[in-house]
């Protein structure tokens, strides 16, 4: 079994150094195969023994191997982050269809949230893969579980779009269709817990945020992040949440 775990830890982090690619490269609009793996201030390309997955960047100390320039810790945090979340889904949720899609789920919102931090955009790409995976991933379960993903992507996209409509474009586009796409696999009562947190939690995070660094009520803070640590954490506690709130009334 520890050969398994750690067989399971690998591919994440695998998986995580993948995500990478695709944080830095989708915002920019590039190809995610081509060109290989290269530095991007000397275009070095990257060796096999440079694409280690935590262990390069720990070799490397943090530096280009040719020109020097610093490699953003981001990018082991990342590789790490994905392994151990890997771990704990399959831990969690046991060996079966349900947890590979909470893995690609996963994927998708942390891939999301950085390039939302960075650039203040969700790309089309990581909701229309979330809102198909989150299809099939109900589809193979059963009716019932499908019709319910539904409801949950059509309410989430349409609540969003009208905190748009009605925030005058606080919500930007990308939001609606990302929301859209945890919605198919919450489904529409987790969604609305999730939605909940997410707002909770982003209120007091960018309150805090805009006391620290001084500035206005109208300042840009993306809410993919917020979104996104909503939908983890409802994926794992969001059962005994509503369970809870129900029992109340």
Same mark, same amino acid.
């Given at each position: 079994?520890?050969?398994?775990?750690?067989?399971?830890?690998?591919?994440? @982090?695998?998986?995580?150094?993948?995500? +990478?690619?695709?944080?830095?490269?989708?915002?920019?609009?590039?190809?995610?195969? $081509?060109?290989?793996?290269?530095?991007?201030?000397?275009?070095?390309?990257?060796? %096999?023994?440079?694409?280690?997955?935590?262990?390069?960047?720990?070799?490397?100390?943090?530096?280009?191997?040719?020109?020097?320039?610093?490699?953003?810790?981001?990018?082991?945090?990342?590789?790490?982050? $994905?392994?151990?979340?890997?771990?704990?889904?399959?831990?969690? *949720? /046991?060996?079966?269809?349900? $947890?590979?899609?909470?893995?690609?789920?996963?994927?998708?919102?942390? $891939?999301?949230? #950085?390039? =939302?931090? =960075?650039?203040?955009?969700?790309? =089309?790409?990581? &909701?229309?893969?979330?809102?198909? %995976?989150?299809?099939?991933?109900? %589809? @193979?379960?059963?009716?019932?579980?499908?019709? +319910?993903?539904?409801?949950?992507?059509?309410?989430?996209?349409?609540?969003?779009?009208?905190?748009?409509?009605?925030?005058?474009?606080?919500?930007?586009?990308? =939001?609606?269709?990302?929301?859209?796409?945890? /919605?198919?696999?919450?489904?529409?009562? #987790?969604?609305?817990?999730?939605?909940? @947190? &997410? *707002?909770?939690?982003?209120?007091?995070?960018?309150?805090?945020?805009?006391?620290?660094?001084?500035?206005?009520?109208?300042?840009?803070?993306?809410?993919?992040?917020?979104?996104?640590?909503?939908?983890?954490?409802? #994926? *794992?506690?969001?059962?005994?949440?509503? +369970?809870?709130?129900?029992?109340?009334?």
């Amino acid at each position: 079994m520890l050969a398994l775990w750690l067989l399971v830890f690998i591919t994440g @982090l695998a998986v995580g150094s993948f995500l +990478n690619v695709c944080i830095y490269r989708l915002p920019l609009g590039q190809s995610l195969v $081509t060109p290989p793996s290269h530095c991007p201030k000397c275009n070095h390309r990257l060796g %096999a023994g440079e694409l280690v997955p935590v262990l390069s960047y720990l070799m490397l100390r943090g530096k280009c191997r040719c020109c020097g320039a610093r490699i953003s810790p981001r990018y082991p945090v990342v590789e790490l982050a $994905t392994g151990l979340a890997f771990v704990l889904l399959v831990m969690v *949720f /046991g060996w079966q269809i349900k $947890t590979l899609g909470y893995l690609i789920l996963f994927c998708g919102l942390l $891939t999301a949230s #950085l390039i =939302d931090w =960075d650039h203040q955009i969700i790309p =089309d790409q990581i &909701s229309l893969l979330l809102v198909g %995976a989150g299809l099939i991933l109900q %589809a @193979l379960q059963s009716t019932g579980a499908l019709i +319910n993903g539904i409801i949950g992507g059509l309410l989430g996209g349409g609540l969003l779009l009208v905190l748009a409509v009605l925030s005058k474009g606080g919500m930007g586009g990308g =939001d609606i269709k990302f929301v859209t796409g945890i /919605g198919v696999f919450l489904g529409w009562q #987790l969604l609305l817990v999730s939605l909940f @947190l &997410s *707002f909770i939690i982003g209120s007091i995070v960018s309150a805090i945020w805009i006391l620290i660094k001084r500035q206005g009520l109208k300042t840009a803070v993306p809410f993919g992040p917020f979104l996104s640590v909503g939908a983890i954490i409802t #994926l *794992f506690y969001g059962e005994q949440i509503l +369970n809870w709130y129900l029992n109340c009334f």
